[in-house]
């Protein structure tokens, strides 16, 4: 393309239809992106009407905003006709009473597929049929725990159903359009606020002390949150909005520093703006983080501005903050959908470009690279490179193309472009394209898709010149055409005929010139007429006027051909043409032993497609499960389904690596022991796939048994990162059921569940050292805090106790010093087991820090939490730890206990009333279990 036309696409001209979402995911993605870029309310509700009623096919699409009075009004709609149009509409009608709509605020989803055989109310059929609908899909819009209105598709013409996929996209878009409702209701709050602040800050000035109060009053309830500071960074005002983001309460943060929000390596950027702020420059919106109480690094968007005083001289700053955590997460969805689009478009043969006409950046997929021969480093993302390529000819063409489908002269973009290989060869690749306008019909973005057709077209000229070849052929006369007259006895009967015309093709075939034929006989030169009955067909044609068709085999008079004849009356005669179809029986007969090789590939690719598409189904339910065991046990059937008349299982190596366990199976019986030694099997031994057959029987692994019926068995090691992580075994009775095909299709199987298996127990792995304390096993404290937060959430549900003990090992600094850190180590680990081993399964045993560690007892009792305490500190005393022979004398601990919800109602307060008794207990002469005083 151009650079002229390029210009002219940034402008935006001659563009007058939106781009039509493919899918779901794509229209779903066009949503969550215009979220992010825009803040306009109304555009955004059309871009999703009109992506719902394309997707979904129906007559109309609309949003129905509720107000508190149960009335509500169409807000925007997207129709295919306008006889269907409803917008503006406002209803009041009965039928919308809080307990109709309590379904909606439950999440409810209301499709009716025939209105007409739906068991309504009669009031909603009525309402219905005011309308002209017949079929009724509803889905609530929530505003953050508001029901704010609906999402609504009507079939005016016909019932139809509404497939739960439709369903589910919808239900997502209902997601981003409450988002979206959220968003603006923000920020019209935060432009409330902003008018309220300069109406204060006016109102300092003055002595109207109730307009101050109002203002306060505002500030108090905004969503936002507002607060003041000092030019030296000191706060001086915070509202509830912010100690809801920031966790501080005012008493705590007024007169200290802003630094205490704001994260080490942010201060710089602080810095500067505050400088800003100080001659009297307004900070616009932007993003950055923030650091709450507990240490959370929070997403922010934050506007800034400076506070004068009386004399115009800036005294601090004023900051509005509001939390974007929802807004990263759409980024992250949307990211996350291009990626899987990608996904989709790397598996495919196509290619595609993404070209952004605002930033005037280009994007070309490595696909479309590659067809051009060029790696995806080797390419550059430009419009300089794509007219190095293209024939300047077909870059004009595609402009005009482009222009013509801006302007409605074409409803499409398709057109065939030559581009130049990096061999220097030239590739045809068809190009389709498609649009995306902004609010204001400019054009924004175009994104196009590229089909290698080289040999397609190479096929179509080799086509095209056979047929001028068999063209100039049939000009030759290669159909052999005669002419005769009839020769007549004195009765009148035809006893002969007699040549007037051979054309040469016709020579050739009777091997006679054409001089030579004219006015001899038939009958006399070519006697096989009367024997193979073509004469008397001949005759018929000349009497009765009807043609004579006919195919022969002749062997007479020196020719032995198959041909093909077609005989029309022509005066007291005939004329007939024919054709030597020799080679077209030898062909008929190739054809036929070609048209059964065809039908073979075509069942084979059948059956790739049907492997492919279970293999893809078993990547899905892989990439979903929790576990290992999880992962195999899903995909069994499926695997059955690749293997017809085969039987086998997935075998897992266990943490000992000296087992091997059987945890899937397929087929109707596992030819294989259930658990075998991996040195039974050869595949394992060898590292490599160990494929047997019946006349080898004796190379058979031992875990099969010696007397089984089995025409070929299969042993693949499933194997990642260089560790075997398991078996794949499959066994069938018939050596063809594990053809090389079954053999292949069983590498790539055995390729994927590894690589599945690996990377849960990668996830075990990592979940598993993110709660555990490396030195002791147990629980570690982030664990305990989380732990002990949902057991009080609980609790506090059920009205149930829960207990806390806190112990500390005494002397423990004595015993490292003593015997050294090892020691130490050793006896940390010592009562961690002896804990474990003296609680109940449904207790928590955590390392709180050094050689302090905490129990969580849930539904205990205050004083069968001091009891079990004392039993710990009984069992912990009568034992005497020895340590490779030496004994460490004899052991105790300080206990505090404490329970919820006596001593506390948040895990802080309850684990800091059981430390302080803990203390108290070794304040009083260690070895002892102290419960905790008062009520907090």
């Given amino acids: 393309m151009t650079q002229g036309g390029a210009k002219k696409l940034q402008g935006g001209q001659h563009l007058h239809s939106r781009m039509r979402p493919w899918s779901w995911d794509q229209a779903i993605a066009a949503v969550a992106q215009q979220i992010h870029q825009s803040r306009d309310l109304p555009t955004l509700w059309q871009t999703i009407l009109e992506s719902m009623r394309w997707l979904l096919d129906c007559d109309r699409t609309l949003v129905y905003q509720l107000s508190p009075d149960m009335a509500g009004r169409v807000v925007a709609e997207a129709v295919r006709d306008p006889q269907w149009s409803i917008l503006d509409q406002v209803v009041q009608d009965t039928c919308f009473e809080a307990d109709w709509l309590k379904g909606y605020t439950d999440q409810r989803v209301w499709a009716v597929s025939d209105v007409a055989q739906a068991q309504l109310t009669p009031c909603h059929a009525e309402f219905l049929a005011e309308f ?63 008018a309220q602040l300069a109406i204060q800050a006016q109102a300092e000035q003055g002595p109207n002390r109730d307009e101050r109060l109002r203002l306060a009053a505002i500030v108090d309830s905004s969503q936002e949150a507002i607060l003041s500071k000092t030019l030296a960074g000191i706060i001086t005002s915070w509202n509830p909005a912010a100690e809801r983001l920031y966790g501080y309460t005012a008493q705590e943060i007024i007169g200290q520093s802003v630094n205490r929000l704001i994260p080490v390596d942010r201060r710089p950027e602080e810095a500067q703006i505050t400088q800003a702020l100080a001659q009297g420059q307004r900070i616009e919106p932007y993003e950055t983080q923030r650091q709450h109480r507990d240490g959370r690094i929070l997403d922010v968007s934050m506007t800034l501005s400076p506070i004068f005083d009386g004399e115009g001289r800036v005294i601090g700053t004023s ?28 598996a495919s043969s196509e290619g595609f470009s993404d070209w952004d006409l605002v930033t005037n950046k280009i994007y070309f997929s490595p696909q479309f690279k590659a067809m051009l021969g060029y790696a995806d480093h080797e390419f550059e993302n430009s419009l300089e490179m794509w007219n190095s390529v293209i024939l300047p000819e077909d870059g004009e063409a595609s402009w005009q193309l482009l222009e013509d489908y801006n302007n409605g002269k074409v409803d499409q973009f398709s057109i065939t472009q030559r581009y130049r290989h990096k061999n220097g060869s030239i590739i045809h690749i068809l190009t389709r394209a498609i649009h995306l306008k902004n609010a204001q019909e400019q054009m924004i973005r175009i994104v196009g898709s590229y089909l290698d057709i080289t040999s397609l077209v190479t096929t179509q000229e080799a086509l095209k010149k056979s047929e001028i070849q068999l063209a100039s052929v049939l000009n030759s006369s290669l159909d052999g055409i005669m002419a005769f007259r009839s020769v007549r006895d004195w009765q009148g009967r035809i006893v002969d005929f007699a040549w007037l015309l051979s054309n040469p ?24 007429n009367r024997e193979e009955g073509l004469f008397d067909g001949y005759v018929r044609t000349v009497e009765t006027g009807e043609p004579y068709q006919r195919e022969f085999y002749y062997n007479y008079d020196g020719v032995e051909s198959w041909f093909e004849a077609v005989a029309v009356k022509l005066e007291d005669g005939f004329s007939v043409t024919f054709r030597n179809v020799t080679a077209l029986k030898q062909s008929e007969q190739v054809l036929c032993q070609l048209n059964a090789e065809l039908e073979n590939r075509v069942a084979d690719l059948a059956q790739r497609h049907a492997e492919m598409v279970t293999l893809n189904e078993i990547g899905d339910f892989l990439q979903a499960a929790a576990t290992v065991e999880e992962a195999c046990g899903t995909i069994a059937n499926l695997v059955e389904d690749l293997f017809p008349h085969c039987a086998g299982g997935i075998f897992i190596t266990r943490e000992s690596n000296n087992r ?136 506090e549900r059920n009205s149930h106790s829960i207990g806390v003990i806190m112990l500390d090992i005494d002397h423990f600094k004595r015993l490292n010093d003593t015997f050294g850190h090892d020691i130490g180590d050793f006896v940390l680990q010592w009562v961690a087991k ?15 820090g050094g050689e302090e560690m905490t129990v969580i007892l849930p539904e205990a009792t205050l004083a ?42 948040t895990p802080a307060t309850l684990i800091k009333a059981a430390d302080t008794a803990l203390y108290q207990a070794k304040d009083a002469g260690r070895n002892q279990v102290l419960a905790a005083q008062g009520i907090t």
């Fill in 132 to 194: 002209q609908v017949k079929a009724n899909l509803a889905i609530p819009v929530r505003c953050e725990s508001r029901l704010w209105g609906l999402l609504i598709a009507h079939h005016c013409t016909t019932p139809r159903p509404w497939p739960q996929e439709d369903v589910a996209g919808l239900q997502q878009m209902a997601l981003y359009g409450g988002i979206a409702v959220q968003q603006a209701s923000l920020a019209a709050q935060l432009y409330e606020a902003k």
């Fill in 319 to 346: 900051t509005i903050a509001r939390d974007i955590t929802d807004s990263r997460q759409i980024e992250l969805d949307l990211k996350a959908a291009k990626e899987q689009i990608d996904l989709v478009l790397q």
């Fill in 505 to 528: 093709a016709a020579c050739n075939m009777v091997g006679r010139s054409g001089d030579y034929l004219i006015g001899k006989r038939l009958l006399e030169e070519m006697p096989g």
């Fill in 660 to 795: 091997l366990e059987n945890i899937s199976r397929f087929g109707p019986s596992l030819p294989s022991q259930a658990a075998f030694d991996p040195h039974h099997c050869w595949g394992l031994r060898r590292g490599q796939i160990h494929h047997v057959e019946a006349d080898r029987a004796s190379l058979r692994c031992q875990h099969i048994p010696a007397d089984a019926a089995l025409g070929a068995t299969f042993c693949l090691p499933m194997m990642a990162q260089g560790e075997t992580l398991g078996l794949l075994y499959i066994a069938a009775e018939t050596a063809a059921a594990l053809d090389e095909s079954k053999q292949q299709l069983a590498r790539t199987l055995a390729e994927q569940v590894g690589m599945a298996i690996a990377n849960l127990k990668l996830k075990e792995t990592l979940k598993h050292q993110s709660i555990r304390d490396p030195l002791t096993g147990l629980y570690n404290r982030r664990y305990l805090e989380e732990a002990l937060t949902q057991e009080m959430a609980q609790a």
């Fill in 834 to 848: 002896l804990l474990r081993d003296n609680v109940r399964k449904s207790d928590i045993v955590c390392r709180y």
């Fill in 864 to 905: 069968e939490t001091v009891a079990r305490a004392e039993h710990l500190r009984h069992v912990l005393s009568q034992l005497n730890p020895h340590h490779r022979g030496q004994s460490l004398g004899m052991l105790t601990a300080s206990f505090g206990v404490a329970a919820f919800p006596i001593h506390g109602n």
